[in-house]
T-cell receptor
């Protein structure tokens, strides 16, 4: 079953704008990760944030984590057409095995 | 080592046939995972191995599914007596676990199964 839910389900922006995607989850986690998937392809790991961290940056990506609200956000700054993809959050749940539970994804379209 | 490889990329099979997929993980990675993804959904966990030991199986993995990782390197996922509901992308991922830490997965490109 899906542990996380991304919001919005779909997002369309102009090139150069920022894109923000949110992820909510249900149970305590060890860490949370964001992945990107181009249509029909495998997933690419973007960034991992641990439960004791609040914010992480990687290039044009900024991830925040609020464990009290059980939510995370992914911000892509200065978006490019090549950022068009689906973005998924995945949670490693405390006390379970090492599988990750994925949300249903946000489909991002960046219009050139 | 160019990442996680999956074979075949696409498989079309008739209902009732058996199919087998192969995954070659990154050689230094000790954990290997199988996920299934249907259209418009996120990946769903099926099973994972630490070295050659299969440590966890999802309830999604019915008795028609079996996975092996005989030498702790490549893994196979077999589906027996395929059904149309098995049509999906089957994704393999590997990761390196050190102590209690875990790191991001590296995914393969997946095997797309179509059961007709």
């Amino acid at each position: 079953s899906q542990q996380g839910e991304e919001d919005p389900q779909a997002l369309s922006i102009q090139e150069g704008e920022n894109a923000t995607m949110n992820c909510s989850y249900k149970t305590s986690i060890n860490n949370l990760q964001w992945y990107r998937q181009n249509s029909g392809r495998g997933l690419v790991h973007l960034i991992l944030i641990r439960s004791n961290e609040r914010e992480k940056h990687s290039g044009r990506l900024r991830v925040t984590l609020d464990t009290s609200k059980k939510s995370s956000s992914l911000l892509i700054t200065a978006s490019r057409a090549a950022d068009t993809a689906s973005y998924f959050c995945a949670t490693a749940i405390s006390g379970t095995g090492n599988q990750f539970y994925f949300g249903t994804g946000t489909s991002l379209t960046v219009i050139p | 080592d160019t990442g996680v490889s999956q074979d075949p990329r696409h498989k079309i099979t008739k209902r009732g046939q058996n199919v087998t997929f192969r995954c070659d993980p990154i050689s230094e990675h000790n954990r290997l995972y199988w996920y299934r993804q249907t259209l418009g959904q996120g990946p769903e966990f099926l099973t994972y191995f630490q070295n050659e030991a299969q440590l966890e199986k999802s309830r999604l993995l019915s008795d028609r599914f079996s996975a092996e990782r005989p030498k702790g390197s490549f893994s196979t996922l077999e589906i027996q007596r395929t059904e149309q509901g098995d049509s999906a992308m089957y994704l393999c991922a590997s990761s390196l676990a050190v102590g209690r830490g875990s790191y991001g997965y590296t995914f393969g490109s997946g095997t797309r199964l179509t059961v007709v």
